[in-house]
């Protein structure tokens, strides 16, 4: 089934990747689908509108951020889908943070009701952004975080929901996929890498997925753009390595290992801050830079100086 020809289906945990299939709003069905593939029983997505992305005064300098994609249901509840390819310092936190502002977005001032939509963020995780050391992770690559009673584990009502889908810990075989679950999961990982729709997921959901990740189906500007932003993806993934490596031969990388290990962000910061100047220098923005290397847009505007 794999294939070492021309590329036929994007690679969708690249970021353009997902903008072309997620973030086209020709293709609402098939982001529809994905969502109810991975929510909870009982909550299902009936129509989708997109929302901006750009939520203003997230950070602690007050100024704006860009989510990679937001959208709302037709009863209020907001979802956020972000794509996490590499590592990042604090992004569960970075979640409660972007999730929190949705949520509290919903208010409206002198409003005292707070009859508030449910957010839910879901994470495609393509790095190890969690200690699964313990046993009890095992085989598992799903997770659900949310405001329950310590004890009893009730859930009052729907307020924040973190699900995070690590596919880096995702390793079936496609017939041993069982689950809608399952095999979602094995089409985001694999797609890049087939040539053709599996028999096994030969169902209407899936069919939908390819055809909107199929490359030669694009109309030109989309294709002219999907292009133009891969070309720009694989410079700043270029530019990140060439950095890390630098830190690496300066002897940064070990003090990032042992602050890792250690619970202290020092010695990575170290090397954050190298990878930082890179990307500043090849002109991305302090957003973007903050966005990449989990520093804030403070720590980085310092380095301009």
Request: proline share 2%.
């Amino acid at each position: 089934m794999m294939t070492q020809e021309k590329q036929r289906y994007v690679d969708i945990l690249s970021n353009s990747g997902f903008k072309a299939v997620f973030g086209d709003q020709d293709n609402k069905p098939v982001l529809i689908d994905f969502l109810n593939a991975f929510l909870p029983q009982g909550r299902r997505v009936k129509n989708l509108t997109y929302a901006t992305t750009e939520i203003e005064g997230l950070t602690q300098s007050n100024k704006s951020v860009k989510l990679d994609l937001r959208c709302e249901d037709e009863d209020g509840t907001s979802f956020i889908i972000e794509m996490q390819r590499y590592d990042q310092a604090n992004f569960f936190q970075r979640c409660v943070s972007y999730s929190s502002k949705v949520y509290d977005m919903k208010t409206s001032k002198g409003d005292e009701s707070y009859d508030i939509p449910p957010v839910y963020l879901i994470g495609i995780l393509a790095v190890d952004s969690f200690d699964r050391r313990s046993e009890m992770w095992r085989d598992r690559f799903i997770s659900d975080y949310t405001f329950r009673e310590k004890y009893t584990g009730e859930v009052v009502c729907e307020t924040i929901s973190l699900i995070f889908v690590e596919l880096k810990r995702f390793e079936k075989r496609l017939e041993d996929c069982s689950s809608i679950i399952d095999k979602w999961c094995y089409a985001l990982r694999y797609m890049s890498k087939l040539d053709s729709l599996p028999l096994e997921l030969r169902r209407s959901v899936f069919e939908r997925l390819f055809q909107a990740a199929e490359i030669a189906q694009f109309s030109p500007e989309k294709r002219e753009k999907y292009e133009h932003d891969m070309i720009t993806e694989r410079d700043e993934i270029n530019i990140r390595r060439t950095a890390e490596q630098k830190a690496r031969a300066e002897g940064v990388a070990e003090g990032i290992a042992k602050g890792k290990a250690e619970g202290r962000a020092e010695g990575r910061k170290e090397g954050l801050f190298e990878v930082a100047k890179s990307l500043l220098g090849s002109g991305m923005s302090v957003c973007d830079v903050s966005r990449h290397t989990g520093l804030t847009e403070a720590e980085i505007e310092a380095l301009l100086g």
